[in-house]
């Protein structure tokens, strides 16, 4: 739990995709010691976090009957098809009245750093939305604070939270992280990829 004076923020793991590209669930591969997605719910349960929700909608059936989600909110988004933005305005109402806004990951990236998610939940300030910025771009964690949940809500496809923080411009927080970005897996070639390299390396 945060500490007294810390914002309350409420997890929130994007895993309801449909995997058409992939022809599988990837919510589903093999990962260490389990599946994809156990391992990033691992890494959400290991930070102090006031609230933890989970998106599902492709193969939701099968991932509960496979992953642990104890601890979790389970939001099940029938809309998956139309991409992640409606898993985010899903996700949204089930947020608790008291947190200060979500940390948004990806479910099938499983590489993440806790240093790297803590690191941008100090680093968002009063900046509406705070992202990662890797040696090679912006990425994941985004830190997006309640005032932009209308916005959210509104938001289509999958690249509707990019374009929100597109449009916000200065005004977000981009927080140095060190290390290149955490891979996520889209296609067969990403996840064998993935498997070859090591977490320094992804």
Same mark, same amino acid.
């Given at each position: 739990?945060?500490?007294?004076? #810390?914002?309350?923020?409420?997890?929130?793991?994007?895993?309801?995709?449909?995997?058409?590209?992939?022809?599988?669930?990837?919510?589903?591969?093999?990962?260490?010691?389990?599946?994809?997605?156990? =391992?990033? @719910?691992?890494? =959400?349960?290991?930070?102090?976090?006031? !609230?933890?929700?989970?998106?599902?909608?492709?193969?939701?059936?099968?991932?509960?009957?496979?992953? %642990? @989600?104890?601890?979790?909110?389970?939001?099940?988004?029938? %809309?998956?098809?139309?991409?992640?933005?409606? &898993?985010?305005?899903?996700?949204?109402?089930?947020?608790?009245?008291?947190?200060?806004?979500?940390?948004?990951?990806?479910?099938? !990236?499983?590489?993440?750093?806790?240093?790297?998610?803590?690191?941008?939940? +100090?680093?968002?300030?009063?900046?509406?939305?705070?992202?990662?910025?890797?040696?090679?771009?912006?990425?994941?964690?985004? =830190?997006? &604070?309640?005032?932009?949940?209308?916005? @959210?809500?509104? /938001?289509?496809? %999958? +690249?509707?939270?990019?374009?929100?923080?597109?449009? @916000?411009?200065?005004?977000?927080?981009?927080? %140095?992280?060190?290390?290149?970005?955490?891979?996520? =897996?889209?296609? #067969?070639?990403?996840?064998?990829? /993935?498997?070859?390299?090591?977490?320094? !390396?992804?």
């Amino acid at each position: 739990m945060p500490t007294p004076g #810390e914002p309350r923020y409420a997890a929130v793991v994007l895993a309801a995709g449909g995997s058409s590209r992939l022809g599988r669930p990837k919510q589903l591969l093999p990962f260490g010691d389990g599946v994809l997605l156990d =391992v990033v @719910l691992d890494l =959400v349960r290991d930070l102090r976090f006031a !609230q933890r929700i989970v998106t599902l909608g492709g193969s939701a059936d099968e991932v509960r009957a496979a992953v %642990d @989600l104890s601890g979790f909110d389970v939001v099940l988004n029938d %809309d998956f098809r139309s991409g992640c933005s409606s &898993s985010i305005g899903a996700a949204i109402g089930a947020v608790d009245p008291d947190a200060a806004g979500i940390v948004l990951l990806l479910g099938d !990236q499983p590489r993440m750093r806790p240093e790297s998610i803590e690191a941008v939940v +100090r680093g968002r300030g009063d900046a509406p939305i705070a992202v990662a910025r890797y040696r090679d771009g912006i990425g994941h964690p985004f =830190v997006l &604070s309640r005032a932009t949940f209308p916005a @959210l809500r509104a /938001l289509h496809g %999958d +690249r509707g939270v990019w374009k929100l923080i597109e449009r @916000l411009g200065t005004a977000v927080a981009r927080v %140095d992280v060190a290390g290149p970005m955490p891979a996520d =897996v889209d296609t #067969e070639a990403d996840y064998q990829a /993935l498997l070859a390299t090591t977490p320094e !390396q992804s």
